[in-house]
Nanobody
Framework: QVQLVESGGGLVQPGGSLRLSCAAS????????MGWYRQAPGKQRELVAT???????NYADSVKGRFTISRDNAKNTVYLQMNSLKPEDTAVYYC??????????WGQGTQVTVSS
């Protein structure tokens, strides 16, 4: 079992930046994939970015060049640096991890609102 605690969401103006953090309750060396999804009101949850252990980041086309995912195994944490934010980035952002055994876990979500 893995508990995930997200932080860093909030209200930001268009063009601004936020950094989301997701701390895992156990060593991320035991985690294969760490990533972020988001869900806007009335829409389905969608992939934002994922990062497999030893792999390259994978991004949704809508965030390429603006968002950066990274993981710090020493801190059991995955980050999502979001720059040049747009109103359409407004959503609840969810952290997710997949263990080497194929089990997936989700955080409770953190709200990101981009508005002037």
């Amino acid at each position: 079992q893995v508990q995930l605690v997200e932080s860093g969401g909030g209200l930001v103006q268009p063009g601004g930046s936020l950094r989301l953090s997701c701390a895992a309750s156990r060593s991320t060396f035991s985690i294969y994939i760490m990533g972020w999804y988001r869900q806007a009101p009335g829409k389905q949850r969608e992939l934002v970015a994922t990062l497999a252990s030893g792999g390259r980041p994978n991004y949704a086309d809508s965030v390429k060049g603006r968002f950066t995912i990274s993981r710090d195994n020493a801190k059991n944490t995955v980050y999502l640096q979001m720059n040049s934010l747009k109103p359409e980035d407004t959503a609840v952002y969810y952290c997710t991890v997949v263990s080497w055994g194929g089990d997936d876990y989700w955080g409770q979500g953190t709200q990101v609102t981009v508005s002037s």
